[in-house]
């Protein structure tokens, strides 16, 4: 399966811990985005990258969040001392284009903060 | 800043009737996306409209951008049990102009 994969597909951790979510897009693919959904609502903006280059960060995210795309291909989305409202569904998405092409995402990883 | 909305925000059809969902901005969008969402899955694209007035057809499905390209509209026909899901359009803007945001979204459900 050459889709976008996100690891892990389930996280459950308690209030205050940090965690890290991985992406691996498709092959290639030169952005990759991250979005977060909420039962009911539509998936936030969080964050883009091009290649290595973090463009665009949703402020949505408080210091806590931080995202990394070191080598052009996965990217980590980390979350630092966790909190309820942090829990949701953590979608990551990859284009090949750089002019605003199809969205390809992956599975997701679900977070729940006790 | 650039606003869009997605509506209705739900649905709720019998089977082989017609469904629509529309998205409307207050500025002029350079393209935009449809996207279907399953109850448990990710969004799977649908297509993408560029062209002022453009109109595509898939199967019972049509697409259209407005004139003005403000608006757009995503329109089945004859709906079946299949097309349960939430309906997305998505839009490009942000300061780097790559930023790509979800409408609120449509619930539709359809009654066998």
């Known amino acids: 399966d050459t889709g976008v994969s996100q690891d892990p597909r389930h996280k459950i951790t308690k209030r205050g811990q940090n965690v890290t979510f991985r992406c691996d897009p498709i092959?290639?693919?030169?952005?990759l985005y991250w979005y977060r959904q909420t039962l009911g609502q539509g998936p936030e903006f969080l964050t883009y990258?091009?290649?290595?280059?973090?463009?665009?960060k949703s402020r949505l995210l408080s210091d806590r969040f931080s995202a990394e795309r070191p080598k052009g291909s996965f990217s980590t989305l980390e979350i630092q001392r966790t909190e309820q409202g942090d829990s949701a569904m953590y979608l990551c998405?990859?284009?090949?284009?750089?002019?605003?092409?199809?969205?390809?995402f992956g599975e997701g990883s679900r977070l729940t903060v006790l | 800043g650039q606003q869009v909305m997605q509506i209705p925000q739900y649905q709720h059809v019998q089977e082989g009737e017609d469904f629509t969902t529309y998205c409307n901005s207050s500025?002029?969008?350079?393209?935009i996306q449809w996207y279907k969402q399953r109850p448990g899955g990710h969004p799977v694209f649908l297509i993408q409209?560029?062209?002022?007035?453009e109109v595509k057809k898939q199967k019972r499905l049509t697409f259209q951008f407005g004139e003005a390209k403000k608006n757009s509209s995503l329109h089945i026909t004859a709906t079946q049990t299949t097309d349960v899901g939430t309906y997305f359009c998505?839009?490009?803007?942000?300061?780097?102009?790559?930023?790509?945001?979800f409408g609120q979204g449509t619930i539709l459900t359809v009654h066998p």
């Open positions: 998405a990859s284009s090949r284009r750089n002019d605003l092409g199809e969205l390809f």
């Open positions: 092959s290639e693919h030169n952005r």
């Open positions: 990258f091009q290649n290595e280059a973090q463009l665009e």
């Open positions: 500025t002029t969008l350079s393209n």
């Open positions: 409209l560029v062209k002022s007035g």
């Open positions: 998505i839009y490009a803007g942000g300061t780097s102009y790559g930023k790509l945001t």
